[in-house]
């Protein structure tokens, strides 16, 4: 008898007839001898309304609080009606919101993270015969104040109960049936990966693959939780994350990602002298604001940098307010932003011991006429800032260039 957490998005319990379809699968794994416990994100499109609501009566201007109280309740419908769709074939269901588990996060509204599962509740009705559901996205600080845990935090809540819990599987159902080469919705040859390891599921769930939440990876791979990822219409084995193994490292890029959530800000004409970079990234820090990709081009002739960096999208208005002051009071010249960038990444744990990537990559964009706005290194991936409107442009031609859509074995650069 093993310990299941299968974890439903919001595709898969969008209608009535799918919320019927998730029941039955968890029905199922408790009539094979599996104590089950499910999460489920909200109906489909059902976040994206409801920050939508928020949008339009504040223009932006909210409490963050208030915005993670108005979005949760998403998830409030979809384990209410699961609850009531395993009872009606037969089981026991139970469901929890975040508060009521407890799922315990900071206080970082909007993006909290999780610091604890206390599973009593889920255990006590586990051992009563239950399949027990429970809220994905949300959670709770220590003042009692619900939280949310950024958007596509379902996987997290899911993988944080399976650690909690020591379940033997974590099961990541959603609209496609594995992690692929490359998002399948944007390259239809693109194949799907049997196994991934930790290492690359994390840069690629971080440059963009929304497939999995990226902390949801971080905390698989930190408690070791084996997770899977399948389809909810379909039967397949999926793809397993587990750890690296040499096998992997014979292939030089395994997969490639991309992200259109980013903006790119550029502070024109830094003095060059210590402690600027320091104000900059620490008024963004203070704010909240991660700073993805970071590049500083010094001036021989004038002593002058410019600075330019990546932020969130959705962080780029406030990023551009918050600077304003701190640029003016260095006496840069300009503060300019451009939200209509892309990132493209390959990714791939071969590339440590593999050279000639980043040739390649750039081989092939330049064949397609993509300008490169910036560029950064990590040992396994290399990641490029272009223009939005060539990113599917850019990404299939990277994935035509590792020959992706072949099988491993058969790629003549492996
Ligand atoms: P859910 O609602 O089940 O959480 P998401 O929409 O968050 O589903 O994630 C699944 C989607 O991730 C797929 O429909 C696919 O378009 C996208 N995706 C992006 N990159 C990949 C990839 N490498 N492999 C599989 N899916 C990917
Ligand atoms: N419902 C939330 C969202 O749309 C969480 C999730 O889907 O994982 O972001
Ligand atoms: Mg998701």
Same mark, same amino acid.
């Not at 379902?154 to 609209?175: E, H, R």
């Given at each position: ?9 919001? $595709? ?11 029941? +039955?699968?968890?029905?199922? &794994? ?8 499910? $999460?489920? *994100?909200?109906?489909?499109?059902? /976040? ?33 009606? !699961?609850?009531? +769709?395993?009872?009606? !074939?037969?089981?026991?269901? @139970? ?46 600080? =220590? ?7 950024? @958007?596509?935090?379902?996987? /997290?809540?899911?993988? +944080? ?23 399948? @919705? ?19 769930? *971080? ?12 905390? +698989? ?12 219409? =379909?039967?397949? /084995? ?68 410019? !600075? $330019? ?22 006496? &840069? ?31 092939? !964009? ?10 950064? /290194? ?18 299939? &031609? ?17």
């Amino acid at each position: 008898m093993s310990l299941i957490v299968q974890k439903y998005g919001g $595709t898969s319990v969008g209608t009535i007839q799918r919320i019927r379809n998730v029941a +039955a699968r968890a029905v199922a &794994a408790h009539r094979a001898g599996h104590r089950v416990v499910v $999460t489920v *994100s909200a109906m489909a499109g059902e /976040t994206n309304r409801l920050v939508a609501l928020v949008e339009e009566l504040s223009g932006g201007d909210y409490s963050q609080r208030e915005y993670d109280v108005v979005v949760a309740t998403g998830e409030q419908v979809s384990i209410g009606l !699961l609850a009531i +769709a395993i009872d009606s !074939l037969g089981v026991p269901a @139970r469901s929890y919101q975040g508060w009521q588990v407890r799922l315990v996060t900071d206080s970082v509204h909007a993006k909290a993270r999780i610091l604890d599962v206390e599973a009593a509740n889920i255990l006590a009705d586990l051992d009563a015969g239950r399949i027990v559901v429970v809220a994905g996205f949300q959670g709770v600080d =220590e003042h009692g104040a619900v939280t949310t845990l950024g @958007r596509g935090g379902s996987d /997290t809540s899911a993988v +944080a109960i399976a650690a909690g819990l020591k379940a033997d599987f974590c099961d990541i159902y959603t609209d496609v049936d594995g992690v692929y080469t490359t998002d399948p @919705r944007v390259v239809p040859k693109a194949r799907k990966l049997d196994r991934i390891s930790y290492d690359e599921m994390l840069e690629m769930a *971080s440059l963009g693959a929304k497939v999995l939440q990226t902390r949801s990876v971080e905390l +698989a791979k930190k408690y070791k939780v084996p997770v899977r990822v399948l389809s909810s219409l =379909e039967e397949g /084995t999926g793809t397993l994350l587990t750890e690296e193994d040499d096998d992997m490292e014979q292939v030089v890029v395994s997969a490639i990602a991309f992200n259109r959530d980013e903006a790119k800000i550029t502070v024109l004409g830094v003095p060059d002298k210590p402690g600027i970079a320091a104000l900059i990234f620490g008024t963004l820090a203070d704010a909240n604001i991660n700073v993805d990709m970071i590049l500083q081009n010094v001036s021989v002739s004038s002593g002058e940098t410019d !600075l $330019t960096f990546t932020v969130p999208k959705g962080d780029f208005r406030q990023a551009m307010e918050v600077l304003k002051g701190p640029v003016a009071s260095i006496g &840069a010249r300009d503060l300019v932003g451009d939200p209509d960038i892309a990132k493209v990444s390959v990714v791939g744990v071969g590339m440590r011991s593999h050279s000639g990537v980043a040739q390649r990559m750039f081989k092939a !964009l330049s064949a397609e006429g993509i300008n490169i706005r910036m560029i950064s /290194t990590s040992e396994i991936k290399i990641s490029v800032v272009i223009d939005e409107k060539y990113m599917e442009l850019a990404v299939r &031609a990277l994935h035509a260039a590792f020959e992706l859509d072949k099988d491993a074995g058969d790629r003549v650069g492996k």
